[in-house]
Nanobody
Framework: QVQLVESGGGLVQAGGPLRLSCGASGRTFSSYAIGWFRQAPGKERGFVAAIGWSGGSTSYADSVKGRFTISRDNAKNTMYLQMNSLKPEDTAIYYC??????????????WGQGTQVTVSS
């Protein structure tokens, strides 16, 4: 089992930065890949970014490439999402998600409760 808790969401102006954090407990943090998903009002939840167990491999949705950076600190059992140049269309609930194994696959196994990010124009 993996428990995930997101933090860092809030209201930010367009063009501004925001950093999300995801704290994990349960299984050894370095034993699984982890990522971020988001769900905007009226839309399905979609992939944002993911990172492999060591941090050596990352994957991003096209819509956030060049603006968002995912990272992890295995010593602190924490993952981060640095979001820069935010746009109103980035407004969504952001979910932390853990995969079953060390590499990024299609569908995560564990989910956090989500944190709201609102970008004003």
């Amino acid at each position: 089992q993996v428990q995930l808790v997101e933090s860092g969401g809030g209201l930010v102006q367009a063009g501004g930065p925001l950093r999300l954090s995801c704290g994990a407990s349960g299984r050894t943090f370095s034993s699984y890949a982890i990522g971020w998903f988001r769900q905007a009002p009226g839309k399905e939840r979609g992939f944002v970014a993911a990172i492999g167990w060591s941090g050596g491999s990352t994957s991003y949705a096209d819509s956030v490439k060049g603006r968002f950076t995912i990272s992890r600190d295995n010593a602190k059992n924490t993952m981060y999402l640095q979001m820069n140049s935010l746009k109103p269309e980035d407004t969504a609930i952001y979910y932390c998600a853990a995969y079953l194994g060390r590499v990024i696959t299609t569908t995560p196994r564990y989910w956090g409760q989500g944190t709201q990010v609102t970008v004003s124009s």
